[in-house]
């Protein structure tokens, strides 16, 4: 009881010992920013934040990768890896680099862990796009797309690109 007193006297000293066009002013400009807030999203920045995700259509496992810098984390061979959130991610390129791991069978046959990178376009990017899908192929090409949820752009893709057609495009 004692804080809501205090609260209120402290707010009333406040408010009130404010000049009236003071008040009126402070009031626009709360009653405009929740009107830019709620009714007006087109105008808000485009975000930058996103959730990475990793997807290998290739026989050997990726130990980790990263886009512009920001860690993807690792990907199973022939198949997807996990969601890494809250990444920000933006510009005109995208450098992705990759670490080519093994598997026991492919160390045992003398394959050694491999490090690449690529340098490509950014995809064009939406407002309500907030994953970025990294698609790991064959002949260390990578292909990049943004999507609003899990769903990938590349999702018509085969796991196992040998399983495409011949003469087939990726």
């Known amino acids: 009881m004692l804080v809501r007193w205090i609260w209120s006297w402290l707010f009333n000293q406040v408010w009130y010992g404010l000049p ?4 009126w002013g402070l009031g626009a400009l709360f009653a405009g920013y929740f009107v830019w807030l709620f009714f007006l999203p087109d105008l808000h920045p485009m975000p930058t934040d996103t959730s990475i995700e990793g997807r290998s259509h290739i026989d050997r496992p990726i130990h980790r990768f990263w886009v512009n810098g920001r860690g993807g984390g690792n990907v199973g061979p022939y198949g997807g890896g ?3 959130c809250c990444q920000r991610i933006s510009g005109e390129t995208a450098e992705v680099e990759w670490i080519l791991s093994i598997t ?8 050694e862990v491999e490090r690449h990178s690529v340098t490509l376009p950014m995809p064009e990017r939406a407002r309500e796009d907030r994953y970025l899908h990294v698609h790991f192929l064959p002949n260390n090409e990578v292909k990049l797309g943004w999507s ?3 769903i990938s752009p590349y999702a018509h893709l085969p796991k196992r690109l ?6 087939a495009n990726p």
């Open 82 to 84: 996990g969601v890494v």
């Open 148 to 150: 609003e949820d899990l």
């Open 104 to 111: 026991g069978e492919q160390e045992r046959q003398g394959m």
């Open 20 to 23: 009236k066009v003071a008040r």
């Open 162 to 167: 040998d399983q495409l057609d011949e003469g």
